[in-house]
């Protein structure tokens, strides 16, 4: 659980930055061996590219750093479940363990899709404060849409 809260603070960090980017703040920690080998945040305003997610960017960063396309021994840290691109992207990485920190009501859950049979899925890690970091973004997004904050 310790570890757990350590990696997700860094997932968090990530989606901090998200935020300020006006990107949609959803942070993303590839461990391996105890030891983050990736991170990233949403880039798909940036990178016009609506494959730029947290999850898909980590996968691709830990999938080169390892020089392989199966991914098992390693945990994905995230800030919100996974939606259902990514969740097939995680399938086919095969890897070892997902932990999230807030529910996503339109995440891969939602729609029945299971990751990968030997994956590991874990969720609610500092649930209270991924929800509040997209609840803040969303809020200023109704109050500013000319993204003036």
């Not at 997932?11 to 993303?28: C, D, H, M, S, T």
């Not at 919100?80 to 992207?89: F, K």
């Not at 996503?104 to 404060?129: A, E, V």
Request: hydrophobic residues 45%; proline residues 3%.
């Amino acid at each position: 659980m310790v570890q757990d809260l350590y990696f997700m603070k860094i997932a968090l960090k990530e989606a901090f930055i998200a935020f300020y980017k006006n990107e949609v703040p959803i942070g993303a920690a590839m461990i391996y061996e105890n030891t983050v080998i990736a991170k990233a945040h949403n880039l798909t305003e940036t990178l016009s590219n609506t494959t730029a997610h947290a999850e898909m960017l980590v996968i691709n960063l830990a999938s080169n750093f390892l020089g392989k396309k199966y991914i098992r021994e390693c945990t994905l840290y995230v800030t919100l479940e996974p939606c259902i691109m990514c969740a097939g992207a995680l399938f086919w990485s095969k890897i070892g363990r997902v932990v999230c920190g807030a529910p996503n009501q339109r995440g891969f859950m939602y729609y029945g899709i299971k990751l990968h049979p030997k994956t590991k899925f874990i969720s609610g890690i500092m649930k209270n404060k991924c929800i509040a970091l997209i609840q803040k973004f969303f809020f200023l997004k109704r109050i500013y849409p000319k993204n003036l904050y």
